[in-house]
């Protein structure tokens, strides 16, 4: 099995573990036993009486893990991310804890992308869209699964001709009724915009 398919596999795992309410994966709010907690670096700074900056690495202002006795708390900074590359960044760190990775070099962050891209992505799901013909460009992936225009692209070109496994299509199960929702739930018609930020409300 190549890195890339463990980290789908895991990810499939993982998705199976949740109860499925969306078909938008929430990575701040997984099931994960109790190992893993998200929080923002703000959030938690304040709660432990320190600056976030105290937190912040060097070579990474997104996110940083903080490893404790049978628990990884990921901090994520809420300050300068937009809620894909947010999401992205929670997703893309649980891979590196899934896949017990204990450095950070060019294979180690490609299998955590793959695994952010299962995770929030589930291809079995994209599949489903595609062929009911809900999905047709990739930037139909961002508005659909909440992730950037690079993820989205990055996706799109390998459902084309994707074969799910045994264990996907037992995750497909799990998403009918979100996925029902979706393709028939009431339509409205929002703007894409690149960033996922709410627009401020108008009164
Ligand atoms: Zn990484």
Request: glycine fraction near 4%; hydrophobic fraction near 40%; aromatic fraction near 8%.
């Amino acid at each position: 099995m190549s890195p890339t398919e463990r980290a789908n596999l895991l990810a499939v795992k993982l998705l199976l573990r949740q109860q499925i309410r969306s078909v938008r994966t929430d990575p701040f709010h997984l099931d994960c036993s109790g190992t893993i907690l998200v929080d923002s670096i703000q959030h938690y700074a304040h709660c432990v009486g320190a600056q976030p900056e105290d937190f912040l690495a060097q070579n990474s202002r997104d996110c940083v893990v903080l490893q404790m006795p049978r628990l990884h708390l990921i901090l994520y900074n809420r300050d300068i991310l937009s809620s894909s590359r947010k999401r992205w960044s929670v997703a893309h760190e649980i891979g590196h804890i899934c896949c017990r990775h204990d450095c950070d070099g060019p294979a180690q962050e490609m299998q955590a992308n793959a695994f952010a891209s299962s995770l929030l992505i589930p291809s079995v799901v994209a599949r489903e869209f595609l062929q009911k013909g809900y999905l047709r460009r990739a930037e139909d992936l961002c508005a659909l699964f909440g992730v950037s225009m690079q993820a989205a692209q990055y996706k799109f070109p390998l459902l084309l001709d994707y074969q799910p496994s045994q264990l996907e299509q037992e995750l497909l199960l799990r998403y009918r009724p979100a996925i029902e929702e979706q393709l028939h739930g009431p339509i409205i018609d929002l703007p894409y915009h690149r960033s996922f930020e709410h627009s401020p409300l108008l009164l």
